[in-house]
């Protein structure tokens, strides 16, 4: 699955060669799915089974990557480690677009953010101009408080409970 990534790099009918084995380990190492190379897809859990696509995208040596919903049915140790790569890998010089609900880790890995709202721009800028009480309760409808979090200075997101359920 892996060394599909591969296969922009092949010529026609020729083989995997040296770059392409090791860019397949690399990829395997950084989203620590190297135990899985030799186990079928089909045998991996939902979580498995978005390290070894992610893993997939590195193996191409893209120069851009764009990734919807990269740490679905992960826990928060792979989350983060994905998170992590996808954000050292921007700083290396490659082009990452995250598609993401989670709006703390966005705020907290992102330079920008572009929010959408039914299809249109609500807002576009830093985490700290996108993310604000009026903008965010405007987009989902629903009152929220935006603060600093303290442990990672970005913005951090808490729904609030609604007017009829306080008063519940």
């Known amino acids: 699955m892996v060394a599909m990534g591969r296969y922009p790099h092949l010529g026609p009918l020729s083989g995997e060669g040296d770059p392409d084995r090791e860019a397949v380990a690399a990829a395997l190492a950084e989203c620590d799915v190297t135990e899985f190379a030799s186990r079928d897809v089909t045998t991996l859990s939902g979580g498995e089974s978005q390290r ?16 919807d919903e990269p740490t679905n049915s992960l826990d928060i140790r792979h ?5 992590e790569l996808l954000r050292r890998s921007a700083d290396s ?10 709006l703390d880790l966005a705020a907290r890995f992102a330079d920008r953010l572009l929010l959408l709202s039914q299809g249109t721009v609500a807002a576009e800028g830093t985490p700290g101009e996108v993310m604000t009480d009026s903008t965010l309760a405007g987009v989902y409808a ?10 990672s200075g970005t913005p951090r997101v808490t729904p609030l409970r609604t007017r009829q359920a306080q008063q519940e």
């Open 79 to 83: 989350e983060m480690a994905i998170l």
């Open 52 to 67: 070894v696509r992610i893993a997939r995208a590195l193996a191409q040596q893209p120069q851009a990557l764009v990734l």
């Open 142 to 151: 629903w009152p929220v408080s935006v603060a600093t979090d303290p442990a």
């Open 93 to 102: 010089g490659l082009t990452v677009i995250v598609v993401t609900h989670n």
